[in-house]
């Protein structure tokens, strides 16, 4: 997929701010740090509009950034930090569930997981409603550029099992340095956007 233009439209926190229109989105799940704005713009071929940031927890808000005009990429706040006070947490709990719950343009929830540790009890929690909600999921392991290539399999196998994943889920390995996956990664995106 070559992306020509990509933007930010909103950052949204309740359902009235949400885009109309239809377009299909995708939404991009993942616990702080576990590097979704790199792969936002490793993905959109952009160096910063997604804005990185070494202190986790900075996406508060559900982020849409149209792609091509055709489709969204909804950055949801990261989990498993601890800089924020309970009740915001909860706030953002309900705000995530919300919309990945309601929203019918949601064509398939992008987790992403570090490949270099197993999966976090949040990633397994995060994984587990989603597959109870019946929300396709695509896995994508971040940051293999980090560890040696002969090593991702055994990585992989343990994602595979922390995650109890189903057969039927993409798992994708990715690097926003190398660009590794980027193209399976569209691929598969896409043939979730064209499943009725």
């Keep these: ?25 995708i939404g991009l799940a993942g616990r702080s740090n576990v590097g979704k704005s790199s792969f ?23 982020n849409f950034y149209i792609i091509n005009d055709g489709l969204y990429f909804v950055d949801v706040p990261g989990y498993g930090f601890a800089k924020v006070s309970k009740t915001e947490r909860e706030a953002w709990g309900k705000m995530i569930e919300r919309y990945i719950m309601q929203r019918e343009q949601l064509k398939a929830v992008v987790l992403l997981v570090d490949i270099r540790h197993a999966p976090s009890s949040e990633d397994v929690m995060m994984y587990e409603w ?22 991702w399999e055994k990585h992989l196998k343990v994602v595979r099992d922390t995650l109890k994943k189903h057969p039927d889920d993409p798992l994708i390995k990715f690097s926003s340095e190398t660009g590794q996956g980027k193209d399976e990664a569209w691929g598969t995106i896409m043939s979730y956007i064209k499943k009725k």
Excluded: F, W
């Design 1 to 25: 997929m070559k992306v020509t233009k990509a933007e930010i439209v909103i950052s949204a926190v309740k359902p009235e701010q949400y885009p109309e229109g239809g377009l299909p989105e």
């Design 130 to 151: 989603l597959k109870h909600y019946e929300i396709p999921v695509i896995v994508v392991a971040t940051k293999c550029d980090k560890i040696p290539k002969g090593k």
């Design 40 to 62: 936002i713009n490793k993905m959109i071929a952009r160096k910063n509009l997604a804005r990185t940031s070494s202190r986790p927890g900075k996406t508060q808000t559900l």
